[in-house]
């Protein structure tokens, strides 16, 4: 608060002068240590005196000294407002506020010790001595989008799972769609008409029931606003809801496989009226068994929604904090009920009896823009830019999370231990004859992907070619304004979710990977994939993926760097603890086990 500023401005100000011991200061003075009027100064140091912070004499008439002692103690009222702006959900600001009182006083370990503590799992004690559990999750990147129809990032599309219901779900573990708003399904033929049958009785958060009609208009969101989720609807010629808890949808052409499109986080299905962003994301209202009670820059809060139609939550209240991921490693430890997940940011700990679990979640990817005019335009150069990655010494170097070179747009791993894809060799006398003459490539990525980034600047100028790097915010990067400034951009396909997410970097044109190829290479992918929605048999899935890989890796369209995992450590006092694909807990499984 901007009273705790001032005092500690003045403080120090005033260098040496001890608590309790009066000393002689004019008004102007305060005026001048505090960057305000006389008046002001007035104003705030009889603040400080109902704080109680300061004694106070004034001095009798104009040009006069009065008299001050400094009451309050300097290293409390650093720590306090610290912990004030964290509990609000400023775990940034915190920290920067205490970084702006070095000078006078350092509470920094004081601080972390009481953050830690902060977070896991916590009880309160209501009027009518119902006990409440919440459980504080540490979090070390921002949330950019709640609304389904403009989720992207993997955490952003969990929260979008915890709020959000869908006509079905995908149970990854069995590759099977189970139940979700739709208790049954079916579709003609040839799979252009399908018919989706609701539950009755489901409400969104702020008590509406859940009609076919909001399907119809959860699906034409989808098609008429402009988000980066509308593929989902490019194939759906018309929605009908025929009665209150029957919706059928025609297609355009055969899709065997749209029970992938109905499960993906965008379709969530949300009320008729709900609005675009900002006010839609800011207090999204669901169906799914938490709620949003509380979100700000920092912070969101969720509730157990008592009224969710299906496996309702056990833990009352879920408070994720966002942490700078430069603080990560600093804050992180092991109170009760404390639940880390990790993509990168420290090398977890090996702390005994304390579960840790990894998920290979994706593929580091470096995407080319050929829709940008230049060199890339060269497949020679492009194939010396691939041929000249040792992705096993990366992995090496790097470390955590990498796990191993990537043999493609998949998780699985080589035959071969080494990197079939590394040929310096081939990668020198490509770009000898690409006739590339030194321009500096402008590499774009967010935080996270730092340390790749420059691992692969250093590389490719070891081969001569210049590579700019540019670190720009998780949202910036999704923006149109930054894919076109883009000769690559750098970021982590999540594929482990299953065929939809990879479908979606495919079919997207405002994802990193359709959004930047040339309109050749999306008409072999469109092919591809058009043939993979009319096949019925088992086996079409397998040979999409692996005419997918063949077209992007004859292309030389983008360089698959290693594959990269999560890693979760909890507290032995959790339970319930089922890492999802997405590489993150689903919230309403966990429940706190007392010693």
Wanted: hydrophobic share 40%.
């Amino acid at each position: 608060m901007r009273v705790a500023e001032d005092y500690l401005r003045l403080r120090m100000a005033c260098p040496g002068r001890q608590d309790g011991k009066p000393f002689a200061i004019s008004m102007e003075e305060i005026a001048n240590a505090l960057y305000c009027t006389p008046r002001n100064a007035k104003l705030i140091v009889k603040k400080w005196v109902e704080l109680e912070w300061v004694r106070f004499v004034p001095g009798r008439g104009r040009g006069h000294t009065s008299e001050l002692a400094f009451l309050m103690d300097s290293a409390a009222l650093v720590l306090r407002e610290a912990q004030e702006r964290a509990k609000e959900g400023d775990v940034q600001g915190a920290f920067e506020w205490l970084k702006t009182n070095e000078p006078l006083v350092s509470v920094r370990p004081q601080f972390l010790e009481w953050l830690i503590a902060y977070f896991g799992y916590k009880t309160d004690q209501t009027q009518g001595e119902r006990v409440v559990e919440t459980l504080r999750l540490p979090i070390y990147r921002e949330i950019v989008s709640l609304d389904p129809a403009n989720a992207f990032y993997s955490f952003d599309t969990h929260l979008v799972h915890q709020l959000f219901s869908r006509l079905v779900e995908y149970d990854a573990a069995a590759s099977a769609y189970t139940k979700g708003l739709a208790y049954h399904w079916e579709s003609n033929e040839d799979a252009t008409e399908w018919t989706f049958y609701l539950y009755k009785g489901v409400l969104f958060h702020d008590g509406q029931e859940l009609t076919a009609e909001d399907v119809r208009a959860s699906l034409a969101r989808l098609r008429n606003d402009p988000s980066m989720h509308g593929w989902l609807t490019d194939h759906i010629h018309s929605v009908e809801a025929r009665s209150r808890y029957t919706v059928s949808m025609k297609l355009s052409k055969p899709n065997r496989r749209f029970l992938w499109y109905m499960s993906h986080s965008a379709a969530s299905i949300v009320p008729s009226s709900y609005p675009s962003e900002p006010a839609g994301a800011q207090v999204p209202v669901g169906s799914g068994p938490y709620r949003v009670t509380d979100r700000r820059k920092g912070k969101v809060v969720l509730e157990k929604f008592s009224s969710y139609y299906g496996l309702s939550g056990i833990i009352d209240r879920i408070e994720i904090i966002i942490v700078p991921e430069n603080e990560a490693e600093a804050c992180f430890g092991t109170s009760p009920g404390v639940l880390t997940v990790v993509t990168g940011e420290f090398t977890v700990p090996v702390i005994p009896d304390y579960p840790l679990e990894q998920t290979v979640t994706g593929v580091e990817t470096l995407v080319f823009n050929l829709r940008k005019g230049g060199v890339l335009q060269s497949p020679l150069f492009r194939r010396a830019l691939v041929y000249g990655v040792d992705r096993k010494r990366m992995v090496g170097e790097l470390g955590e999370p990498r796990a191993y070179p990537a043999a493609g747009f998949h998780m699985e791993r080589a035959a071969s231990a080494g990197d079939l894809m590394f040929r310096p060799d081939d990668a020198a006398e490509s770009l000898r004859q690409s006739g590339y003459d030194g321009q500096a490539l402008q590499l774009y990525t967010f935080a996270r992907h730092v340390p790749d980034a420059e691992w692969l600047k250093r590389q490719y100028a070891s081969i001569g070619v210049r590579v700019d790097v540019h670190i720009v915010p998780w949202a910036e990067l999704i923006e149109p304004s930054t894919q076109e400034a883009a000769d690559m951009i750098l970021f982590e396909a999540v594929l482990s979710e299953g065929p939809g997410r990879m479908l979606e970097y495919l079919q997207s044109d405002s994802k990193f990977v359709r959004g930047a190829l040339s309109e050749a290479i999306i008409r072999d992918i469109d092919d591809a994939t058009n043939r993979l929605l009319a096949d019925p048999s088992e086996q079409a899935e397998q040979r999409w993926k692996a005419a997918i890989d063949c077209i992007l890796q004859e292309s030389f369209a983008s360089v698959f760097l290693v594959t990269k995992t999560v890693r979760t450590i909890y507290h032995p006092s959790l339970q319930g603890v089922r890492i999802n694909t997405k590489g993150w807990v689903d919230f309403q499984t966990i429940w706190f086990k007392e010693a």
